[in-house]
């Protein structure tokens, strides 16, 4: 026991009858399952930077057809570039879409374009979901070099499209789980 009285691992010693009071209270948890059957999910592509693009959505659709989308929920389009994600997510959330995935990707240059564009990207893709309540997932890859662009796209460090499409999924039923009128 240290002098704060916290544990040498950290946690507070309550006591037996304390600890286990607390142990036994367990709120309910409310997450998003990984299935996908009866789900509409859009995705927005970049065109720029294509062969990082390429790959994200690549994986972004493989990762989909596994959790059970089927190919006719699923819509793509395609944007000139990262900048444009969020009005494409926005009328994609528009239309009925359960979750919306934005995939792009942002290399740096030797300007500081790279700033605007990625924080254009974040904060326009960011103000879709809170505006429509559709979750929209934020697969814009932001590195300094295309080739650690393409590790995150298919390569040793994963798929970055396949993470946002497995987390639209999850977004999408835990938002419907938590409808009003629902019991989550």
Do not use: W
């Not at 544990?7 to 998003?32: F, K, N």
């Not at 399952?33 to 294509?50: T, V």
């Not at 254009?120 to 929209?136: D, K, L, M, N, S």
């Amino acid at each position: 026991m240290t002098q704060e009285g916290r544990s040498a691992s950290g946690g507070h010693d309550l006591g037996s009858a304390a600890g286990a009071a607390l142990r036994a209270i367990r709120p309910r948890v409310v997450e998003g399952r990984l299935d996908g059957r009866g789900l509409r999910i859009a995705i927005a592509c970049a065109r720029f930077n294509e062969s990082v693009c390429e790959r994200l959505l690549e994986g972004a659709l493989v990762e989909l057809t596994r959790l059970g989308v089927r190919t006719e929920d699923t819509i793509v389009v395609r944007v000139p570039g990262a900048f444009e994600l969020p009005v494409a997510a926005l009328h994609l959330a528009r239309t009925g879409a359960d979750a919306v995935v934005c995939l792009g990707a942002v290399i740096r240059g030797e300007t500081p374009h790279f700033d605007f564009v990625a924080g254009a990207a974040a904060g326009g893709v960011a103000r879709v979901a809170e505006q429509t309540g559709v979750p929209v997932l934020f697969g814009v890859l932001t590195t300094d070099t295309q080739e650690q662009a393409l590790e995150r796209a298919g390569g040793r460090y994963g798929n970055k499209g396949a993470e946002c499409a497995s987390g639209a999924v999850a977004m999408a039923n835990l938002v419907k789980a938590l409808r009003p009128g629902r019991t989550p």
